[in-house]
C-alpha cells in the first residue's frame, strides 16, 4: 500500500492550491481517507476527512475555505484550499483507515503518504 502526496509549493494569502494523494496497492474507495498538517514545532493536526460513503469532515480552522473530495475511479482523494492564510503553512499528509467511518485521530490511520510542503506568504 502506497500514498503519493503532490500538489503542494508556495502561494501568496488569499490564494489556492490543490493537493492530490493517489494511492495504489489496493482499492481505497469503501475506506475512509483524510488530510492531516504539521507546522513546524506543532503536533500533527486534523484537516478533513472523507468517509467511505462519501461524507465530509473539516477542522473548524478549514471549514468554508478547504474541500475535500475522491475519485474512486482513480484511486485518488483531494483537497482544494481556497483563502490560505499564513498559518495554513504545514507539510500536508493523506491518510487512510482501513474502515468506512472517519476519525479525527491520526492514530487511527493505518497508511500514510510521504508529505507534500505548503507554504503561504503574507
Known amino acids: 500500500v502506497q500514498l503519493q502526496a503532490s500538489g503542494g509549493g508556495l502561494v501568496q494569502a488569499g490564494g489556492s492550491l490543490r493537493l492530490s494523494c493517489a494511492a495504489s496497492?489496493?482499492?481505497?474507495?469503501?475506506?475512509?481517507m483524510g488530510w492531516f498538517r504539521q507546522a513546524p514545532g506543532k503536533e500533527r493536526e486534523f484537516v478533513a476527512a472523507i468517509s467511505g460513503g462519501g461524507t465530509t469532515y473539516y477542522a473548524d480552522s478549514v471549514k468554508g475555505r478547504f474541500t475535500i473530495s475522491r475519485d474512486n475511479a482513480k484511486n485518488t482523494v483531494y483537497l482544494q484550499m481556497n483563502s490560505l492564510k499564513p498559518e495554513d503553512t504545514a507539510v500536508y499528509y493523506c491518510?487512510?483507515?482501513?474502515?468506512?467511518?472517519?476519525?479525527?485521530?491520526?492514530?487511527?490511520?493505518?497508511?500514510w503518504g510521504q508529505g507534500t510542503l505548503v507554504t503561504v506568504s503574507s
Open positions: 491518510a487512510v483507515r482501513m474502515v468506512v467511518a472517519v476519525k479525527v485521530g491520526a492514530n487511527d490511520y493505518a497508511y
Open positions: 496497492g489496493r482499492t481505497f474507495s469503501s475506506y475512509a
